[in-house]
């Protein structure tokens, strides 16, 4: 396993950071987002959703656990956010494996809380807040 870093040092070079991730990872769909409240997870996601060209807006599952958005070309994405979920029981309700192994791109918030139920070749993504309230993305694969 190796890591790669990308800097988001201001918000308006969010879209390109998100161009740049993506680029990074042509085969792979299925990404877990790691980072404390606030460090900017469901903004990264927004943007990279935007990159991949969500129509409409693309807002946090956080009482959904997981929002559908439906792109140009006609694909779906799925962005979820298990920090709500009391039981990883919640997660196999909602079906996760039709949604994880269903070849579309699938972006998880608070992953930590169901990372049993990962695939095996999911991308980590650590996001931590600097100093200097820049963003720095880890990047785990």
């Not at 599952?61 to 439906?70: G, S």
């Not at 990372?115 to 993305?137: A, G, Q």
Request: net charge negative; glycine share 4%; with cysteine.
């Amino acid at each position: 396993m190796h890591s790669k870093s990308l800097i988001i040092s201001h918000l308006k070079e969010i879209n390109s950071v998100a161009k740049a991730f993506l680029e990074l990872f042509p085969n792979d769909k299925v990404f877990a987002f790691f980072g404390t409240m606030g460090s900017g997870k469901t903004t990264f996601i927004k943007a990279i959703c935007k990159e991949l060209g969500v129509i409409g807006n693309s807002n946090s599952p956080t009482f959904a656990l997981v929002n559908e958005y439906p792109t140009k070309s006609n694909q779906i994405i799925y962005h979820f956010d298990f920090y709500r979920i009391n039981n990883i029981s919640e997660v196999y309700d909602l079906g996760y494996e039709e949604y994880f192994y269903s070849g579309n791109y699938c972006f998880i918030e608070w992953p930590e809380k169901i990372e049993e139920l990962l695939p095996e070749n999911f991308v980590k993504v650590n996001i931590t807040v600097n100093d200097d309230n820049s963003r720095t993305l880890t990047i785990e694969i």
